[in-house]
């Protein structure tokens, strides 16, 4: 993994497909997993120890860290790799756990008590992360994704309510005239994640069954976002439009997390509205996505203009906007009637109390939110890198219990490699010149042991 010094902190771009026994054993020891170890040990008290616990971990891993498509490819690897075997602490050919063994272990590793000690190994990443990146979680993006999965009979009937069971999904994505143009079905899960923006790392994640509404999810991802990164450090959240509802934008509000989120249409019949506050005398209005205008009434016909945006004034709870005639520096005809003798031309506040959906504190007509909403693409890749570089969306595994646990374990190995971009030295491009520690990967690890990657 070699990262020049001009590449970004979190450069996923550089991942190795196949990483060399050295990093392997830096991933292997940089892994909080001791209360997990500990956990399994004892869930399996006076049970055959014919494999041990800290065994099938590492075999469990390794097929994520070695991107395997399927366990048993792993172990065939491992039976012919003789260092391989060494990192999972097997000394001959013939102790390499069988296919089943892995199986049976994940469904213990899927227990709730040890889903929660996976968990917590995430946000062990995500707080020191969060701790020496300052800018990591100031801008994020949220979206679902849908996972396939196969239902197991016999989990479904000694179901306890503890884990969401795999259900059939279903989506519809219309255009923009309300037309169904294109309908996705699956059967599985759905994926909740927020992530950062600018370092497209994951900053909480939630599975659910395929019939979960998206906008449910966002308290609980903001919930885990937030108690993962320093208080305050949330400023603003991307979505598309099945989070723009008054129960999501409330709820951003109060947390201070400005929403940028796209606009649902339902408006069927109507075009603009009149303000609140102004009468039919005025010529103030203002579209579905809560876009500002104002009329030019001396025009034959009248003439609609989109006013200027001129800021967000928080302690009002207003948004404020301008004449656009005299804000962009061109002549309007009815500059004389709405104008006078004001020095910035008509001003009008609007109060975003009227309708939170429609008058965020960022307003959609603007550069900023375009620019904002852009960042969208960011999950739209984390998406990708789970569901295709580590096999989030592998379809075959069977049960709910080994599910989460396949999940729970790529987002641990997304945290650690997370980790290690961001602590690994960077080269200055000669093959024999001296590596650069940055002061983030000092923070991280004093010792830098990732020096010898």
Same mark, same amino acid.
């Given at each position: 993994m070699r990262i020049p010094v001009?590449?970004?902190?979190?450069?996923?771009?550089?991942?190795?497909?196949?990483?060399?026994?050295?990093?392997?054993?830096?991933?292997?020891?940089?892994?909080?997993?001791?209360?997990?170890?500990?956990?399994?040990?004892?869930?399996?008290?006076?049970?055959?120890?014919?494999?041990?616990?800290?065994?099938?971990?590492?075999?469990?891993?390794?097929?994520?860290?070695?991107?395997?498509?399927?366990?048993?490819?792993?172990?065939?690897?491992?039976?012919?790799?003789?260092?391989?075997?060494?990192?999972a602490f097997i000394a001959n050919v013939a102790d390499v756990p069988k296919p089943w063994n892995i !199986? /049976?272990?994940? @469904?213990?590793? %899927?227990?709730?008590? *040890? =889903?929660?000690?996976?968990?917590?190994?995430?946000?062990?990443?995500?707080?020191?992360?969060?701790?020496?990146?300052?800018?990591?979680?100031?801008?994020?993006a949220g979206d679902s994704s849908c996972l396939s999965a196969r239902g197991?009979?016999?989990?479904?009937?000694?179901?306890?309510?503890?884990?969401?069971?795999?259900?059939?999904?279903?989506?519809?994505?219309?255009?923009?005239?309300?037309?169904? !143009? /294109?309908?996705? @079905?699956?059967? %599985?899960?759905?994926? *909740? =994640?927020?992530?950062?923006?600018?370092?497209?790392?994951?900053?909480?994640?939630?599975?659910?069954?395929?019939?979960?509404?998206?906008?449910?999810?966002?308290?609980?991802?903001?919930?885990?976002?937030?108690?993962?990164?320093p208080e305050g450090r949330i400023e603003t959240m991307t979505y598309d439009k099945a989070a723009d509802d008054?129960?999501?934008?409330?709820?951003?509000?109060e947390q201070n997390i400005k929403p940028v989120v796209q606009n649902r249409q339902m408006w069927r019949e109507e075009g603009e509205r009149m303000l609140p506050g102004h009468d039919g005398n005025s010529n103030i209005v203002y579209d579905e996505a809560g876009t500002v205008f104002c009329y030019d009434k001396v025009s034959?016909?009248?003439?609609?203009?989109?006013?200027?945006?001129?800021?967000?004034?928080?302690?009002?709870?207003?948004?404020?906007y301008r004449c656009p005639a005299r804000h962009e520096g061109w002549s309007c005809p009815s500059a004389g009637r709405c104008n006078k003798d004001k020095p910035f031309g008509k001003t009008v506040r609007v109060k975003q109390a009227i309708d939170l959906r429609r008058f965020p504190p960022i307003p959609r007509a603007t550069m900023e939110f375009e620019r904002r909403y852009k960042g969208r693409t960011a999950i739209e890749r984390v998406n990708a890198r789970c569901k295709l570089f580590w096999g989030a969306d592998d379809g075959n595994i069977k049960g709910a219990k080994r599910f989460h646990a396949h999940v729970a374990t790529i987002m641990v190995v997304h945290a650690l490699f997370a980790t290690a971009l961001a602590c690994a030295p960077r080269y200055e491009g000669k093959s024999l010149s001296p590596v650069k520690l940055s002061k983030i990967s000092l923070a991280l690890y004093p010792g830098n042991p990732v020096n010898s990657t």
């Open positions: 001009t590449g970004k902190l979190f450069n996923w771009e550089s991942l190795d497909d196949s990483p060399d026994l050295v990093a392997l054993k830096l991933f292997l020891g940089m892994l909080p997993d001791e209360k997990l170890i500990s956990a399994l040990r004892f869930r399996r008290y006076k049970g055959r120890d014919d494999y041990p616990v800290p065994t099938l971990w590492r075999v469990h891993l390794l097929r994520y860290f070695l991107r395997h498509a399927t366990m048993e490819s792993c172990l065939a690897e491992m039976r012919r790799n003789a260092a391989l075997r060494e990192l !199986s /049976r272990f994940e @469904e213990v590793l %899927g227990e709730p008590i *040890h =889903l929660t000690l996976l968990r917590e190994m995430f946000e062990q990443f995500l707080k020191k992360l969060g701790m020496v990146v300052p800018d990591l979680g100031r801008h994020t197991d009979s016999k989990e479904a009937c000694k179901h306890d309510g503890t884990l969401p069971q795999p259900a059939g999904g279903r989506k519809e994505y219309r255009s923009d005239d309300g037309v169904i !143009s /294109r309908i996705y @079905e699956w059967f %599985g899960y759905k994926f *909740h =994640l927020l992530v950062d923006v600018k370092h497209e790392v994951i900053l909480a994640w939630h599975v659910t069954s395929a019939t979960e509404s998206d906008a449910g999810q966002i308290p609980e991802l903001i919930r885990q976002a937030q108690g993962n990164l008054v129960k999501t934008h409330t709820l951003l509000r034959e016909p009248p003439i609609k203009h989109k006013m200027a945006y001129t800021g967000y004034e928080k302690s009002r709870g207003t948004l404020k």
